[in-house]
């Protein structure tokens, strides 16, 4: 089954103790992003990845690292997580970022708590 | 950047009543996504309709690109099809992130 899957569901943790979110797609995806989803804020872009070794920075970047070493893996690292952190994280691919004309899969979804 | 505005943002349905979500955004988009989360947070996909008219069961959809606007149609609704409803566009700005830009959602709860 082609699938988005995203490890671990649930996570309560405490600030300043590092944390990856792990997010691996079937499908030969070339394109893989992060979202995080706050209320009133709606889904907003973290970080994304054109391909293997290629990542960049989206909207709100700042306290997340990301690596794309495999063409199916992309975590999430939070190096010192803060209550600011806590969210609901998606991770989504797609064939192509470049071409506008292919469909987004998204995991399942982090809820991250950080206390 | 593109605006995405759907309505309603709230609506209550009785159990096999029939609804029409819209999705308007302000510039021309290349592709257009519609999605449903469901009460466990999952966003499940439901079309991916960058213009015409798609059905898959009980639900549809239309994009009148042109018009900038879509539509999402639920017949018969069920109780499971309570959530919140995104759509979630993709312009020409971006072919350099490759994101998708959501609309704040439409909150649906079906009542039995």
């Known amino acids: 089954e082609a699938q988005v899957t995203q490890n671990p569901r649930y996570l309560i943790t405490v600030t300043g103790k590092k944390l990856t979110v792990t997010c691996s797609q079937n499908?030969?995806?070339?394109?893989m992003s992060w979202y995080r989803q706050d209320p009133g804020l709606g889904l907003r872009q973290i970080y994304y990845?054109?391909?293997?070794?290629?990542?960049d920075k989206g909207d709100v970047p700042e306290g997340y690292k990301v690596s794309r070493k495999e063409k199916r893996n992309f975590p999430l690292i939070l190096e010192s997580p803060s209550p600011n952190q806590t969210s609901l994280y998606f991770c989504?691919?797609?064939?192509?970022?470049?071409?506008?004309?292919?469909?987004?899969?998204f995991g399942q979804g982090t809820r991250l708590t950080v206390v | 950047g593109i605006q995405v505005e759907q309505s309603p943002p709230d609506l209550i349905l009785q159990e096999g009543a029939n609804s029409t979500l819209r999705c308007n955004f302000s510039?021309?988009?290349?592709?257009l996504q519609w999605f449903h989360q469901n009460p466990w947070g999952q966003l499940i996909n439901l079309f991916y309709?960058?213009?015409g008219t798609k059905q898959n069961g009980r639900l549809s959809a239309t994009t009148v690109a042109t018009e900038r606007y879509s539509l999402l149609y639920i017949s018969s609704s069920q109780t499971t099809d309570s959530g919140v409803y995104f759509c979630?566009?993709?312009?020409?700005?971006?072919?350099?992130?490759?994101?998708?830009?959501f609309g704040q959602g439409t909150t649906l709860q079906v009542k039995p």
């Open positions: 499908m030969n995806h070339e394109y």
């Open positions: 979630a566009p993709r312009t020409k700005g971006s072919s350099n992130t490759g994101k998708l830009i």
């Open positions: 989504a691919s797609s064939f192509s970022g470049v071409s506008l004309n292919t469909e987004a899969f």
């Open positions: 309709i960058p213009s």
């Open positions: 990845s054109m391909n293997v070794e290629v990542t």
């Open positions: 510039d021309s988009v290349n592709n």
